[in-house]
């Protein structure tokens, strides 16, 4: 173990929060001594909520960055060969999409903190400074480490107490896909939005980890956060209401932008208290990573969904070959909405005729919804309250897209230049390749038998029933 830099001096941490409240330009005006200045690198911060450009490595063994979606790559310091990061643990404000703030804690800024890149084989010191208003800690989920850098509040180290600056320092063994987490009251600081990415790339080819064109990261996560408010509910244990990749929601989150042809990872890890199946159209990918490391490739099967449970990452890849415009989201159809009330019946096929006029008299306001379904919301000019989206919404180029939460798009095309990552635009679709309305004649619907469409005639004829589906009005655990 090299020697550690005195970080425990008060003049230090002092330099050190000059750093995070003034920038760097206050510090140097605070004329501080170089000596405290080299002993703990800049925390960098930052404040737009919108996808950073992979960060190139300018030390170190050179790889191929990552581009973390609706976030960025955390700068570091070589200092005598060690990759030297400063996390801030802090109360942030995030922007989860246009017009809706969130009050969360994070990290240099933002929720999910910055994604931390490095090779295998590179040792790594991370300074965690606390601006929380109480104890917290960093788990390097799913790192090999030395026991008493894995993080665990109480269990492997003290808590970090608000003011203070722990180092941590390991070897980054093995390569993969890997995030960071509090384990010191987690209850409320995962709910808060603390996490982060980390990323270890091969130090050279390896035989299960493919060279890719575009590797993009993200975390989900889910708030209960009450329309009109800005601070997530801690307690909530099952009922949230905002689904999120790297604390956005749709349609906030940027789109994943490939050149068609190109080889695509995407990396999803999940800090939320429910399953996610992740679903991509147009493509089938393999799952080439877990937390564990690399799949064998005769492990590897096609699919167009993958799980991911609690506590999971996944790694998953596929050649964009199809030019388009690909919806990529969680496949639970309560993940794709934002935050409303719950507590409301299915009305669809309920008469209302006549029904608003008369609760008008009673509550102006009063509106009927999801008469024919819940999708006029998307369009509706409901009264919002400030700081909220609507539970459905996004306008796409046929009209509105009744999304929320978890929901993203694949962009793929032909003309998209290799490292670029604008956004090219809505997909312009050849002539005779969209769905039409169909104006001809309709026949009547073909039957197997006489028997009401049945292959098989009934063994006893019985009175016919018909059911109503009705959601549980109790909307838990969704
Ligand atoms: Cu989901």
Request: hydrophobic share 35%; net charge negative; proline share 8%.
């Amino acid at each position: 173990m090299p020697a550690r830099p005195a970080i425990e001096s008060p003049t230090i941490m002092e330099v050190s929060r000059r750093h995070l409240f003034l920038g760097a330009s206050a510090v140097a005006a605070a004329s501080v001594s170089r000596v405290a200045l080299a002993a703990i690198p800049e925390a960098v911060q930052q404040s737009s909520a919108a996808t950073a450009a992979p960060l190139l490595p300018g030390t170190g063994r050179p790889y191929n960055p990552v581009v973390t979606l609706n976030g960025w790559t955390l700068p570091w310091r070589m200092r005598e060969g060690v990759k030297e990061f400063h996390l801030v643990a802090e109360p942030v404000v995030r922007e989860m999409c246009e017009g809706f703030k969130a009050h969360l804690w994070g990290y240099n800024g933002q929720s999910p903190g910055p994604t931390i890149e490095v090779v295998e084989g590179d040792r790594v010191r991370i300074y965690v400074t606390n601006k929380l208003p109480e104890v917290t800690s960093v788990h390097w989920h799913g790192q090999r480490l030395p026991n008493g850098m894995d993080g665990v509040s109480g269990l492997t180290q003290p808590s970090i107490q608000p003011g203070q600056t722990f180092v941590y320092e390991f070897v980054a063994r093995r390569p993969g896909t890997f995030m960071y987490h509090p384990h010191a009251d987690e209850m409320t600081q995962m709910a808060m939005g603390m996490m982060g990415f980390w990323v270890t790339h091969p130090k050279q080819r390896h035989p299960l980890i493919a060279e890719v064109q575009r590797d993009f990261c993200f975390l989900l996560g889910s708030y209960d956060i009450e329309p009109g408010s800005a601070t997530p509910k801690t307690m909530t244990m099952s009922d949230f209401n905002l689904w999120t990749w790297n604390s956005r929601i749709f349609p906030g989150i940027d789109s994943l932008n490939v050149r068609q042809g190109d080889r695509v990872r995407i990396r999803v890890g999940n800090l939320t208290m429910t399953n996610h199946p992740i679903h991509l159209h147009g493509h089938e990918f393999e799952v080439t990573g877990t937390d564990g490391g690399p799949v064998p490739k005769a492990a590897r099967w096609p699919e167009v969904t993958t799980d991911v449970a609690v506590g999971q990452m996944r790694q998953v890849e596929f050649i964009a070959d199809e030019a388009g415009d690909w919806a990529f989201h969680c496949h639970k159809s309560h993940h794709t909405m934002n935050a409303m009330g719950h507590e409301v019946e299915t009305l669809i096929g309920v008469d209302h005729t006549g029904l608003a006029k008369k609760i008008n008299r009673l509550i102006p306001d009063y509106m009927v919804m999801g008469e024919r379904g819940m999708a006029d919301m998307g369009e509706m000019e409901m009264p919002l309250p400030d700081n909220t989206i609507p539970m459905m919404t996004g306008q796409g180029p046929f009209g509105g897209v009744e999304m929320g939460g978890m929901f993203s798009i694949l962009k793929v095309r032909k003309n998209q230049k290799a490292g670029d990552y604008s956004d090219p635009g809505w997909y312009q679709h050849p002539k005779g390749e969209v769905a039409f309305e169909w104006t001809g004649a309709l026949p009547e619907p073909a039957r197997f038998a006489a028997e009401g469409g049945q292959s098989m005639p009934r063994q006893k004829p019985g009175p016919s029933a018909e059911v109503k589906v009705r959601k549980p009005s109790g909307h838990s655990g969704h």
